[in-house]
């Protein structure tokens, strides 16, 4: 793995955006792997100012609430619709749809979505305990597209955006993790202390399902860009 430690969460976005800028320039059609979650937000923004033409990328998210319609102000269509799509002009975007009642059918489109539209380049935040997507310790390092359920860590972390603990989603359609490691390429990025032991389980541990992220050890391509917060407790630098 790749990986660059840097000043802060600016200096992440703007090499985070360089590379992903680099790809979207570098062929006819191309497939990005997007991400949700306050560590893409400073990307996001450098693409809403400077607008590069995307009219030749289609999009695939990560994941989505179940049970939370894109008009809801804390479904992740909200937040790309808001952050991204409806400011640039993407050839096709895509995301699991939360509202499908039919989980089994939901995950399974998704999957022919993803094999129509594989990545070329992945990005990824992660959660504190290490998640990727919502791919939680324990859960199997085969799964494709799939019904997550949140660990409390996650659920307690994410209700910072909702009125309460209760309003957090207990359950979203995910990309599994054999799904991200489809990508051609993944760039992961993360800053804070908070993440700082999920980063040295990633970078240093052994690849386990009780930290999902590990597994990117085993993928030929991976960039991560992180602070020095989220390094802090790496052994080598
Ligand atoms: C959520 C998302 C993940 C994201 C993680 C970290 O649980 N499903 O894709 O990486 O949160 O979020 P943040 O970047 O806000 O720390």
Do not use: W
């Amino acid at each position: 793995m790749n990986v660059n430690i840097v000043k802060d969460k600016a200096a992440i976005a703007k090499m985070a955006y360089d590379i992903m800028l680099d790809m979207i320039n570098s062929k006819d059609e191309v497939t990005l792997g997007l991400a949700t979650g306050s560590s893409p937000e400073g990307i996001y923004e450098l693409f809403r100012k400077n607008k590069p033409n995307v009219s030749h990328v289609t999009t695939v998210n990560l994941d989505e609430y179940i049970g939370l319609d894109a008009e809801h102000d804390q479904s992740y269509a909200y937040f790309m619709n808001k952050h991204l799509f409806h400011h640039l002009n993407f050839k096709q975007t895509f995301l699991p749809n939360g509202m499908n009642s039919d989980f089994a059918g939901e995950c399974a489109h998704y999957d022919e979505i993803l094999e129509e539209n594989t990545p070329d380049l992945q990005l990824l935040g992660i959660g504190n305990n290490g998640h990727i997507a919502f791919n939680e310790p324990g859960m199997s390092f085969e799964l494709t597209t799939n019904v997550a359920e949140l660990a409390p860590a996650t659920v307690e972390a994410n209700s910072r955006y909702f009125a309460s603990h209760d309003d957090v989603p207990k359950t979203a359609f995910s990309m599994g993790i054999k799904s991200i490691m489809q990508a051609k390429e993944i760039l992961l990025i993360a800053s804070g202390v908070g993440k700082a032991e999920a980063i040295k389980g990633m970078l240093e541990g052994p690849v386990t399902n009780q930290m999902p992220a590990s597994i990117l050890q085993q993928h030929p391509k991976v960039t991560v860009i992180i602070d020095e917060d989220a390094a802090s407790l790496l052994s080598k630098k």
